[in-house]
């Protein structure tokens, strides 16, 4: 069994490079049209507990948790990875991510963004956490990705190890840089109780790995938690893509979960040697088998923007 979130709003008629006769870049130059641009997105996920059938409500897998906003201006979501170890204190880490993920979504509808400023999104949803009356204890990664309708380009801001991939042509063309303190100890927002700070990790929103890129018809986004890169290699994420046919979002969703449920597979195969594994060992581990977390996949298609 698996959750799966949908969002197909948009009327796709983005075309997948060599699934149609149609040249996308047909009197449009290198595949980008005059009108605005959007992205259908579908997203599943596991949390890492689902084996003992907990699963919660809402856009959150496990201590994951995510979101897709769309403005008349831009296309936004995000991905968050509460940190676990706050489970040992008490704190429950889907709250901190949860809410972090919902008050970017709120930020977005509202209009409260520029869209070429990603970390502005993740700057005021933090400070709006740390203004709170009863302060919501806990830590989290982050991941933001912004369309910019009319320029076409694609704005990121990521925070640890949750991340993105743009793939044209079957290959990567992009991809966020993963940021660690050191060995499974990402960067992180965080908000401790007074007598641990100082003592708990937390970065700004403006360590934040900031990109912006020109964007096609047809390039496929992944956004992710690190659930998901810690089990499955690129390859094996390239071999996943080929299999969406169109860029409907029904396909789109199929194939997300496709993703999700071979990362959630390996994640539990003692036998893999998972990138996770394979960074443990170049770090003087000793250590094989998947790396049972919480997986978030959101699959993005570039299409031509319909209100």
């Known amino acids: 069994m698996f959750s799966v979130l949908s969002y197909g709003r948009l009327v ?18 290198s595949g980008s049209g005059g009108g605005d641009y959007g992205l259908v997105t579908a997203g599943c996920g596991f949390g890492k507990d ?29 991905v968050a990875d509460g940190v676990g170890g706050w489970r040992d204190y008490g704190v ?31 700057t005021t949803s933090y400070c709006e956490l740390l203004q709170n009356k009863v302060p919501l204890l806990g830590s989290s990664t982050a991941c933001i990705v912004v369309l910019d309708r009319t320029s ?7 925070l640890g190890d949750s991340g993105f991939l743009v793939v044209r042509g079957g290959e990567v063309v992009h991809r966020s840089d993963e ?20 003592v708990v990790l937390s970065d700004s929103p403006d360590a934040a790995d900031s990109t912006s890129f020109d964007v096609q018809l047809g390039d496929i986004i992944l956004t992710a938690t690190d659930g998901l890169f810690d089990n499955m290699p690129d390859y094996m994420i390239l071999q996943e893509l080929k299999k969406l046919k169109n860029s409907n979002y029904e396909s789109i969703q199929q194939t997300a979960r496709s993703i999700a449920e071979q990362a959630h597979e ?11 594994a394979q960074f443990a060992c170049d770090n003087g581990l000793n250590v094989r088998g998947g790396k049972p977390d919480d ?13």
């Not at 209009?111 to 400023?117: A, C, T």
């Not at 390996?266 to 996770?276: G, I, R, T, V």
């Open 12 to 29: 796709a008629r983005a075309v997948l490079g060599g699934l149609s006769q149609t040249d996308p870049r047909a009197g449009g130059g």
């Open 50 to 78: 689902f084996r003992k059938g907990l699963l919660k409500k809402g856009a959150c897998y496990g201590d994951d948790a995510c979101f897709v906003a769309r403005h008349r201006s831009a296309d936004v979501l995000g």
């Open 92 to 122: 429950d880490p889907s709250q901190f991510s949860g809410t972090l993920m919902r008050t970017c979504e709120r930020l977005v509808k509202e209009g409260r963004f520029v869209p070429s400023n990603p970390i502005g999104i993740l």
């Open 152 to 158: 076409h380009r694609l704005h990121t801001a990521n």
């Open 179 to 198: 940021q660690q303190h050191y060995f499974n100890t990402p960067f992180q927002l965080s908000i401790a109780p007074p007598e641990a700070e100082g």
């Open 266 to 276: 390996l994640a539990y195969d003692p036998n893999y040697m998972s990138p996770f």
């Open 295 to 307: 997986i978030t996949v959101l699959l993005s298609i570039v299409a031509e923007y319909t209100d």
